[in-house]
């Protein structure tokens, strides 16, 4: 009982997740945000500064999940954004693919991405 007082009343603290259980929590988050853009309750603009944080964080669990989350709404987002600003987004990509020194597995995943659109 005094172990609850202490933490809050809820028990003990939940553990840590794992990096599957972590790769799924950003599957489900991805997905979460494309629902919510779709139902108009998140506007391109709010896509676009997702998409930009991810690119500026640039460590390659954030440009996997740009690479996920870009495979999910990119037909969606093509519709109300410019042709130029979603060829940056995939030119980007690319670069980092080609010049950027990345896993193997990351730049396929980045390429592969890049020329899914083309």
């Known amino acids: 009982m005094e172990d609850d007082l202490e933490s809050g009343g809820h028990g003990p603290a939940p553990p840590v997740p794992e990096r599957r259980d972590s790769l799924l929590l950003r599957d489900s988050s991805s997905w979460f945000i494309w629902e919510l853009f779709l139902s108009k309750v998140l506007s391109e603009k709010a896509m676009h500064c997702c998409i930009k944080r991810l690119l500026q964080k640039g460590d390659g669990s954030s ?12 037909q969606d987002l093509e519709v109300v954004t410019s042709k130029e600003v979603m060829d940056s987004y995939y030119n980007q990509l690319d670069f980092i693919a080609e010049k950027g020194k990345r896993a193997p597995r990351l730049s396929l995943l980045l390429k592969h991405t890049a020329d899914s659109r083309k």
């Open 63 to 74: 440009l996997e999940g740009l690479c996920q989350f870009l495979q999910l709404i990119q």
